[in-house]
């Protein structure tokens, strides 16, 4: 019972990011607009590039999909209310975050395309600028909680926000998620004007549904994680929790999907300079500042 | 059961995606037919309740085989497999030992009576049972433990070894060798799993080395890659028979 709520709860959620998208990018709300794209999508020819790699030409897009939804799977909307409560939700988050990159890899290979190609390499020097970015803040959320399950970490949060208590780690890993779900100013992946579309520009009809749906997927993910590792997940005062996520989840990606679009696109060789010198050096101060804390407030 | 069987089916699929990485001439398949070798050894990892392991095999693994994938298409000289060449050498050799290594593994695997005699039920119930081991209190619940379920991993963990074995020896290129390493350390992980799971389950303290083994593998690739992007650069290939002399 409680995972077709979930279900539903997913599928609204994404196409409220959807509507999210298309209104950061034209300013108008279209709320059936998400639906027409689709069917319409569907509906054209779906063209195979020549001579691909086949079986990495279809894969790539499932494991978008896969990857996107397992992730979510961990993340909870209230208490109790998520598809899997394992003790290790939050490194299962980065798990599965790791294997965008393999299903972007797999897109920027196998359509023999030399777009496609740069683009899928290009995201991988920016896995490894992001990656560290990512891990660290959450071991720091971690380490405030005493645990790797994403309920214990909503929990750690009831005296004090993660975004109050470690807004460091907060400011790394909203750049961070912006970069592994590669949207501005961090799609180099896509690249719509300098690599003509970049690893899913070859994609068409069907497939590119799945690789869309991936991206929202993906999108409603790092959302959530940013929610509920730093904005305290479903706690607030008056409404019930389910509405609280949902309400900052949505804010969160309204966020992450206007953000960007102020800023031109980072090229790979700044990115990977700012990650290495600036964001790990900020990602190990926020580890001893959320230590210090942590044996201040123990002792005090 | 389901444990048997979901340990089963994954360690069948980890060896014949190992197997995988040394049929196909695509380069970028091979390296991915690696990770879904190293990603069902994580699956597996879970299926034996070794849950913060299974998630860092899964995480690390993704990462670790995406950068090999990179390297390859850098140096090796038909990435996309298209040409057919033959990336072989001393194939026969190769596939005795593999062979020789995989059987012996087996047969180390099934033969002695590595289960204990007592149901783990027993020993654990509050007394210090026969063996006398401190248990905390709080412990996870006994874990309903088959007794086949030992040697099944270290089948897999030997047939993982034995195509280790076939890729380091038969491949000429320095990549793929270093993937037959791979295969290789992860068969050794199976076995350590295994044996914490099926031993010591109540003790992490068994999985420091497999995390010593993961470190590892990440070290290995690492100065390989170093020691392949010197050559490279020195030689322009990486290929181990053009590496037969000490000059230059």
């Known amino acids: 019972m409680t995972s077709w709520w979930l279900v539903l709860a997913v599928l609204l959620g994404v196409y409220a990011i959807a509507?999210?998208?298309?209104?950061?990018?034209?300013?108008?709300?279209?709320?059936?607009?998400?639906?027409?794209?689709?069917?319409?999508?569907?509906?054209?020819?779906?063209?195979?590039?020549?001579?691909?790699?086949?079986?990495?030409?279809?894969?790539?897009?499932?494991?978008?999909?896969?990857?996107?939804?397992?992730?979510?799977?961990?993340?909870?909307?209230?208490?109790?209310?998520?598809?899997a409560d394992l003790a290790t939700g939050a490194l299962f988050v980065n798990a599965a975050?790791?294997?965008v990159m393999v299903a972007v890899v797999m897109a920027g290979w196998a359509p023999n395309a030399p777009f496609a190609l740069v683009a899928g390499w290009r995201f991988l020097g920016q896995l490894v600028a992001y990656s560290m970015l990512i891990v660290m803040p959450i071991?720091?959320?971690?380490?405030?909680?005493?645990?790797?399950?994403?309920?214990?970490v909503v929990d750690s949060q009831a005296p004090l926000w993660n975004v109050v208590a470690q807004p460091l780690g907060f400011g790394l890993f909203s750049l961070a998620a912006l970069a592994v779900a590669f949207l501005p100013p961090?799609?180099?992946?896509?690249?719509?004007?300098?690599?003509?579309?970049?690893?899913?520009?070859?994609?068409?009809?069907?497939?590119?549904?799945?690789?869309?749906?991936?991206?929202?997927?993906?999108?409603?993910?790092?959302?959530?994680?940013?929610?509920?590792?730093?904005?305290?997940?479903?706690?607030?005062?008056v409404l019930p929790p389910w509405a609280w996520t949902s309400?900052?989840?949505?804010?969160?990606?309204?966020?992450?999907?206007s953000a960007g679009r102020y800023v031109p696109r980072v090229t790979i060789d700044l990115m990977l300079a700012w990650a290495w010198k600036l964001g790990i050096p900020l990602a190990l101060v926020n580890i001893l500042w959320v230590g210090i804390t942590l044996l201040l407030a123990k002792s005090g | 059961m389901q444990?048997?069987?979901?340990?089963?089916?994954?360690?069948?699929?980890?060896?014949?995606?190992?197997?995988?990485?040394?049929?196909?001439?695509?380069?970028?398949?091979?390296?991915l037919s690696l990770l879904g070798s190293m990603a069902a050894l994580g699956a597996l990892f879970l299926a034996l309740e070794a849950e913060f392991l299974g998630v860092l095999q899964l995480m690390m693994m993704a990462t670790e085989m995406a950068i090999m994938a990179i390297f390859m298409v850098m140096y090796m000289m038909d990435p996309g497999g298209l040409g057919k060449m033959e990336m072989a050498?001393?194939?026969?050799?190769?596939?005795?030992?593999?062979?020789?290594?995989?059987?012996?593994?087996?047969?180390?695997?099934?033969?002695?009576?590595?289960?204990?005699?007592?149901?783990?039920?027993?020993?654990?119930?509050?007394?210090?049972?026969?063996?006398?081991?401190?248990?905390?209190?709080?412990?996870?619940?006994?874990?309903?433990?088959?007794?086949?379920?030992?040697?099944?991993?270290l089948a897999i963990g030997a047939g993982l070894f034995g195509i280790g074995?076939?890729?380091?020896?038969?491949?000429?290129?320095?990549?793929?060798?270093?993937?037959?390493?791979?295969?290789?350390?992860?068969?050794?992980?199976?076995?350590?799993?295994?044996?914490?799971?099926?031993?010591?389950?109540?003790?992490?303290?068994?999985?420091?080395?497999?995390?010593?083994?993961?470190?590892?593998?990440?070290?290995?690739?690492?100065?390989?890659?170093?020691?392949?992007?010197?050559?490279?650069?020195?030689?322009?290939?990486?290929?181990?028979?053009?590496?037969?002399?000490?000059?230059g």
């Not at chain 1, 309400?247 to 999907?257: E, H, N, P, Q, R």
């Not at chain 2, 059987?103 to 119930?125: C, N, Q």
């Not at chain 2, 303290?205 to 890659?225: I, K, N, R, S």
């Open chain 1, 97 to 99: 975050l790791a294997y």
């Open chain 1, 139 to 152: 071991t720091a959320v971690g380490m405030r909680a005493q645990s790797l399950a994403t309920s214990a």
């Open chain 2, 89 to 153: 050498h001393q194939k026969r050799v190769a596939i005795a030992f593999g062979v020789i290594a995989g059987l012996t593994g087996v047969a180390l695997a099934v033969l002695p009576a590595w289960a204990p005699d007592v149901d783990f039920r027993d020993s654990r119930t509050g007394h210090s049972g026969g063996d006398g081991r401190r248990h905390r209190c709080g412990d996870r619940a006994a874990p309903t433990v088959t007794s086949e379920l030992l040697p099944i991993s």
């Open chain 1, 19 to 83: 509507v999210l998208e298309e209104w950061t990018m034209t300013g108008r709300i279209a709320p059936s607009a998400p639906l027409r794209s689709g069917l319409a999508l569907l509906g054209r020819e779906s063209l195979v590039p020549r001579q691909p790699d086949r079986v990495l030409f279809e894969l790539a897009p499932l494991v978008l999909l896969i990857a996107a939804v397992l992730s979510l799977a961990v993340l909870p909307l209230a208490p109790g209310l998520l598809f």
């Open chain 2, 165 to 247: 074995i076939y890729g380091v020896l038969s491949q000429t290129n320095l990549v793929m060798i270093m993937m037959g390493i791979e295969l290789m350390l992860g068969g050794a992980l199976v076995n350590l799993v295994a044996f914490w799971r099926l031993l010591h389950p109540d003790n992490y303290a068994g999985q420091v080395f497999v995390l010593l083994v993961m470190t590892l593998m990440a070290l290995d690739m690492a100065v390989g890659f170093g020691i392949a992007t010197a050559r490279f650069r020195a030689k322009g290939s990486v290929e181990t028979e053009e590496a037969a002399e000490l000059k």
């Open chain 2, 3 to 31: 444990q048997v069987v979901a340990v089963v089916v994954f360690g069948l699929a980890a060896v014949v995606l190992g197997a995988g990485v040394f049929r196909t001439s695509s380069m970028v398949r091979s390296a």
């Open chain 1, 186 to 237: 961090f799609d180099l992946p896509i690249a719509p004007s300098e690599l003509a579309g970049g690893v899913f520009g070859e994609y068409t009809g069907a497939r590119l549904v799945i690789v869309r749906l991936g991206r929202l997927v993906l999108v409603l993910s790092l959302a959530t994680a940013v929610t509920v590792f730093y904005l305290g997940g479903w706690l607030g005062p």
């Open chain 1, 247 to 257: 309400i900052k989840v949505l804010a969160v990606a309204a966020t992450m999907l």
